[in-house]
């Protein structure tokens, strides 16, 4: 059975630091991207970053350019998002998504197609 799992959710004051975690199980293959997705309340899915995880190339949206960032543990096969100068508009639900199968990459942070298992979240709170 698939798992893709991220942890690392918290509550923090504004221009404080978080650090999530996405591990994965059950997995028979490497997925070629990771992808980080938030959803604040009442508003749609959004997408952060995401990272292809053979080059390791990365991008990200405007909104946390400069102080986001995706990185892998490839032994491991984890990825993490280090999350810095946090402010309270980035109060969401996070969720990491694994690629599906043999799926092209296209490394846009936008893109939702490539992505067959996803998590079921981790909260960030982040008060002002």
């Known amino acids: 059975q698939v798992q893709v799992e991220e942890s690392g959710g918290g509550s923090v004051q504004a221009g404080g630091s978080l650090t999530l975690s996405c591990g994965m199980s059950g997995l028979q293959y490497n997925p070629n991207c990771m992808g980080w997705f938030r959803q604040a309340p009442g508003k749609e899915r959004e997408g952060v970053a995401v990272?292809?995880?053979?080059?390791?190339?990365?991008t990200y949206s405007e909104a946390v350019k400069g102080r986001f960032t995706v990185s892998q543990d490839i032994a491991k096969r984890n990825v993490y998002l280090q999350m810095n100068s946090l402010k309270p508009e980035d109060t969401a639900v996070y969720f990491c998504?694994?690629?599906?199968?043999?799926?092209?990459?296209?490394?846009?942070?936008?893109?939702?197609?490539?992505?067959?298992?996803w998590g079921q979240g981790t909260q960030v709170t982040v008060s002002s």
């Open positions: 990272i292809v995880k053979r080059t390791g190339s990365t």
């Open positions: 998504a694994a690629a599906a199968p043999l799926v092209y990459c296209s490394g846009d942070y936008q893109s939702t197609r490539e992505y067959g298992y």
